[in-house]
């Protein structure tokens, strides 16, 4: 059975730091990875998406790596503002059939001006 | 392109009462998702569709909820008779399938059980 671990569970930093969400799975059969935002009382919003066979993907401040044979993502945030507070997620999809979404618990990120 | 759609956004129900939720998918999205995201915690599955038919409906709990999608576009999902667990926020999402496969959520709609 795929679980999906994130760590920390929140975290608060100042204001322009660089920081690392890390997310860690246990069956490397994964078909691809995404992170997604959750603002508080809204849906999720899907930040990056990479491929099984993809190591690392851009987006803006945004930079998501995958290890897929240690069960590692981590999502790097540049020069973070307090817009970036929110929560974020990891989940993997499945790699057969149905394409089904495994989420981690998350990580609440507080960026203090 | 409009985003998925879900109402009501908010609802409050004593147990043992019923409730139903509704969901409009993007347009062109073949398949959708319904997920229960319980305070503190990811989303969890809980019943998937491609088109009109069930492929996945294992975390179901099919004593008391049941899901329907019936001309492939629109779902409503219903909880009969509710319980205090199900306090939670019932999301909505959809994909065009394909090799990105990415999924995009509706706003969700927050459940509260008294």
């Known amino acids: 059975k795929q679980e999906v671990t994130q760590i920390p569970a929140a975290l608060s930093v100042p204001e322009g730091e660089n920081l690392v969400l890390n997310c860690s799975f246990t069956?490397?059969?994964?078909?691809?990875l995404q992170w997604f935002r959750q603002d508080p009382g809204k849906g999720l919003t899907s930040l990056l998406l990479?491929?099984?066979?993809?190591r690392e993907q851009t987006s803006g401040r945004l930079n998501a790596s995958l290890d897929k044979s240690s069960g590692r993502s981590t999502l790097y945030i540049a020069a973070s503002q307090p817009g970036d507070s929110a929560t974020y997620l990891c989940?993997?999809?499945?790699?057969?059939?149905?394409?089904?979404?495994?989420f981690g618990q998350g990580t609440r990120l507080t960026i203090n001006p | 392109e409009a985003g998925v759609a879900q109402s009501p956004r908010y609802k409050i129900i004593e147990k043992r009462q019923s409730v139903a939720f509704w969901c409009n998918p993007i347009?062109?999205?073949?398949?959708l998702y319904w997920y229960q995201q319980i305070l503190g915690q990811g989303p969890k599955l809980l019943i998937q569709?491609?088109?009109?038919?069930?492929?996945?409906d294992s975390q179901l709990p099919k004593d008391r909820f049941s899901a329907e999608r019936l001309k492939g576009v629109d779902s409503t999902l219903k909880i009969q008779p509710a319980k205090l667990e199900d306090s939670a926020v019932y999301l909505c999402?959809?994909?065009?399938?394909?090799?990105?496969?990415?999924?995009?959520f509706g706003p969700g709609t927050r459940l509260t059980v008294l």
């Open positions: 999402a959809s994909t065009r399938g394909g090799l990105w496969n990415e999924q995009f």
């Open positions: 069956d490397s059969a994964i078909y691809n």
């Open positions: 990479i491929q099984s066979s993809q």
């Open positions: 989940a993997v999809s499945l790699i057969q059939g149905a394409q089904k979404l495994v």
């Open positions: 347009s062109g999205h073949a398949t």
């Open positions: 569709f491609q088109n009109n038919g069930v492929v996945d």
